[in-house]
């Protein structure tokens, strides 16, 4: 049997964290065991739904790698299949019309909250005759629920969990404008799309219940599941905006990586052994459900900045200049030509080796295409002061006399210069890193030097006389 997961969101936001790993662990399972993953919109509820949120959800699955099987499907356009079952249930007794009112329903929920027992409808219809409804009142079609005995939710995560069918009441399959409601659409879609694994927040448990009730109503086989912890933030607390519950197009914009992001995710709640850096293709090859573990996992920002900054230091220059260039031309209003984007590549194995974001790498590769003379930073322009100056004006007479314009030529001269004007090497570095970056901090000096040019690097240095 061909394995068929889903992962179906609500276009009511953006896709958050939570939602972007049960994506990840959805996709990675079916690609694991060569089977079909697939996208739903769950967009039933049509006044949050919007179509920003369904663009938002699919530019974040886009840029997170998790390509699906298919074209989305979108729930809303399968309500009649929704309705076509509730219907089918009605016509077997297995369902009924309920004309209790709002006022009733209140007093439902107030009765039981004195009662200090948890809110549900109390089933007054369910054994009613129709001809007793009252004038004007449109019906809800309420599934009738097992009163008796247990349901028994055999998960992959969870282990066995049981729940008494006493605690389910009877839940609403259509609403009295005839539209259906969440819970019977999810179960005919997993059934009609053939899905056959529900990987999910545990947050669903409950859910799963109530659906495995309607399964065996309708004598469907239920796809097995897995209800996976939820992710908390370092506090321990439920994930907040204040924990960095954001949208993954917010990662994309703060500049980490796609592969870091499905690294880190992975890793929250799923271990391989003691694992932490663990590529895509290893991710398919080792992924199950018995490494995922039963307890919350903690978002945490330094974690994920660290190893963002590990695959930066691991990734293709070449990837990692187109990464930045629509970065540096945002920054200077004009389109990088072939020279500059050829400087930005060979300069890039020592630009990434401090980067933790592809950010602050645009940053860092500034210098290599800012306009002559430099802006200094304040830090840059307390180094040159008269005596670095003339120091660095003498430097470049030196380095103008080289045939060869190598790192290991240009830091011999550099070391020479040093030794003429009784300094150490950081005395005269630091100015000559300021004249030629504008600023203290980049690659290794003798690095940035080679990188620049012969005619480039004398330029800036005679720049700041």
């Known amino acids: 049997m061909t394995v068929v997961t889903r992962f179906a969101p609500s276009p009511t936001g953006f896709l958050h964290i939570g939602g972007a790993r049960t994506a990840l662990f959805n996709w990675l399972y079916a690609r694991s065991n060569g089977g079909k993953f697939l996208l739903r919109i769950e967009d039933t509820d049509r006044e949050r739904s919007t179509d920003e949120a369904i663009d938002a959800i699919l530019a974040g699955m886009k840029w997170m790698g998790l390509d699906w099987d298919g074209e989305p499907t979108f729930q809303f356009s399968r309500r009649d299949r929704h309705a076509e079952i509730a219907n089918q249930l009605l016509k077997e007794g297995k369902a009924y019309y309920c004309y209790a009112s709002k006022e009733e329903l209140a007093e439902m929920r107030e009765t039981a909250r004195a009662e200090n027992r948890a809110p549900g409808y109390d089933g007054r219809w369910r054994d009613r005759d ?61 059934y009609d799309m053939g899905v056959t694994d529900i990987i999910r927040g545990d947050d669903h448990l409950t859910n799963a219940a109530r659906q495995l009730q309607l399964y065996a109503a309708l004598d469907w086989k239920a796809p097995k599941m897995a209800h996976i912890p939820l992710i908390h933030g370092p506090d321990g607390a439920k994930l907040s905006k204040r924990h960095g519950a954001l949208g993954v197009e917010a990662y994309r914009d703060m500049g980490y990586l796609p592969e870091a992001m499905r690294n880190y995710l992975l890793r929250l709640g799923w271990s391989h052994g003691d694992d932490e850096l663990i590529s895509t293709e290893q991710a398919i090859e080792w992924f199950n459900l018995d490494n995922i573990g039963k307890s919350a996992s903690r978002f945490d920002f330094d974690k994920l900045e660290n190893l963002n900054g590990t695959y930066i230091r691991n990734a293709d220059d070449a990837y990692l200049t187109g990464l930045i260039t629509p970065i540096l031309e945002k920054n200077t209003a004009l ?86 004007e009784d300094l150490k090497l950081g005395k005269i570095a630091q100015p000559l890193r300021a004249a030629l970056t504008g600023t203290t901090v980049s690659p290794g000096i003798f690095d940035v030097l080679e990188v620049l040019g012969k005619e480039n690097s004398l330029g800036r240095i005679r720049d700041v006389e």
């Open 130 to 190: 129709p001809s007793e409804a009252p004038a004007g009142v449109d019906p809800v079609v309420r599934f009738k629920s097992p009163n008796e005995g247990t349901v028994v939710i055999n998960d992959a995560v969870q282990g066995d969990v049981t729940i008494s069918n006493a605690q389910l009441d009877d839940l609403i399959l259509l609403r009295a404008d005839g539209t259906p409601t969440y819970m019977l659409s999810v179960i005919v879609d997993d």
């Open 335 to 420: 389109p990088l030509d072939e020279n500059q984007l050829l400087l930005i590549k060979n300069a890039m194995n020592g630009l990434k080796e401090r980067a933790k974001s592809v950010i602050s790498l645009a940053e860092s590769s500034q210098f290599l295409i800012a306009e002559r003379p430099l802006a200094m930073d304040n830090k840059a322009s307390k180094l040159l002061t008269a005596d670095a100056i003339q120091i660095l004006q003498r430097l470049a007479d030196r380095l103008d006399t080289l045939t060869e314009w190598k790192k290991e030529q240009i830091e011999e001269a550099v070391r020479i210069s040093a030794e003429a």
